[in-house]
């Protein structure tokens, strides 16, 4: 019997918030905002969930530039994370 190894790629898991799910989400609320159809009380809450998927995507976009930041090369020339 084989095991199937896990794809750590696969993003399939409804409950992992990633940068992609978060900004499509995003875009969701905007475009609903946008139309001005929607009831007050419920406009705030999809403005405050707006609020708090931006402020995660930008956790994510600035943990992202850390990581490439100390991507570096090393003496035979493979990238590596340094430990700087």
């Known amino acids: 019997m084989t095991t199937k190894k896990k794809n750590t790629l696969d993003n399939s ?6 940068l992609e799910k978060d900004l499509g989400r995003l875009q969701k609320i905007v475009d609903a905002l946008e139309q001005g159809d929607i009831p007050l009380e419920q406009a705030l ?7 708090s998927l931006s402020k995660a ?7 992202a530039e850390v990581k490439i930041k100390k991507l570096s090369k090393d ?10």
């Open 75 to 84: 003496i035979n020339g493979k990238m590596q994370l340094s430990e700087e």
């Open 13 to 18: 898991d409804p409950s992992v918030s990633t």
């Open 57 to 63: 995507c930008i956790e994510k976009l600035q943990h």
């Open 45 to 51: 809450k999809m403005y405050e969930e707006g609020i």
